[in-house]
């Protein structure tokens, strides 16, 4: 081997070190909240029940009807959470931040709390939606870039940061929406879900309209 190429060899090791002893050092901020095996650390609490389940590893909804929505037990103000969904085209779902911690107050969690839209954007009952209804937006409140979401069946990967009054999100490794929530104040009367006063609660993730499937979900806890 001449010299060169044990040299570009011994860089390429000494890079794979540092980028593996990084890795390690970043992953204990990670927790996973969804074993692949069972329901521990999830409730259902609204609509239909006994419509989640762990199918083939996944997290999997039924999808009877909607309106069936699953939530951490574990309550989080500050946080980012990652997971992986597949729908069915056509397929209507959320992930829920900061759903209320008290049960009477509820109510519509994409509006006492906030929800994350995942949506088939492609399908053709959607062509006609408020912008801020698509896949990846804070419902009803924030819209997203709509070019990055992958059609149904196809497997989509979302990050969301809900850190104090900024929220962020990427779909598929773009970022789609980056907002303060001050700046939204015409929505507080009804979404009170983004006022001030709503720093803390569950994490959620909905089944609107068929069945769909989640994996790889984690979050680490932020300042």
């Known amino acids: 081997m001449h010299c060169r190429s044990k040299f570009a060899l011994l860089f390429i090791v000494l890079a794979a070190g ?7 050092a970043d992953e204990p901020d990670w927790k996973t909240i969804f074993d692949g095996k069972t329901l521990d650390g ?3 609490f609204q609509g239909k029940t006994d419509n989640w389940d762990v199918v083939d590893g996944l997290l999997h909804c039924k999808g009877k009807g909607g309106g069936a ?3 951490t037990v574990a309550v989080y103000p500050n946080f980012e959470v990652a997971l992986e969904y597949r729908m ?25 709390g906030m929800e994350i839209q995942l949506l088939d954007d492609m399908a053709p009952e959607y062509a006609h939606l408020h912008p801020e209804q698509y896949c990846g937006s804070i419902y009803d409140v924030v819209a997203a870039k709509r070019e990055f979401v992958k059609p149904a069946p196809e497997w989509n990967k979302i990050d969301v940061v809900c850190d104090h009054r900024h929220v962020k999100v990427t779909l598929n490794d773009h970022e789609i929406v980056d907002a303060n929530l001050d700046d939204y104040k015409a929505k507080y009367p009804t979404h009170p879900g983004i006022t001030p006063e709503a720093t803390t609660g569950h994490v959620g993730l909905q089944c609107h309209t068929g069945p769909l499937d989640f994996r790889n979900i984690r979050i680490r806890e932020l300042q």
């Not at 540092?18 to 390690?24: D, F, K, P």
């Not at 069915?88 to 006492?112: A, M």
């Open 88 to 112: 069915e085209k056509g397929g209507n779902s959320g992930v829920y931040l900061r759903i209320p911690t008290d049960p009477s107050k509820v109510g519509n969690p994409s509006y006492n």
């Open 18 to 24: 540092v980028w593996a002893a990084t890795a390690a």
């Open 69 to 71: 929505n699953i939530r």
């Open 42 to 44: 999830w409730k259902e």
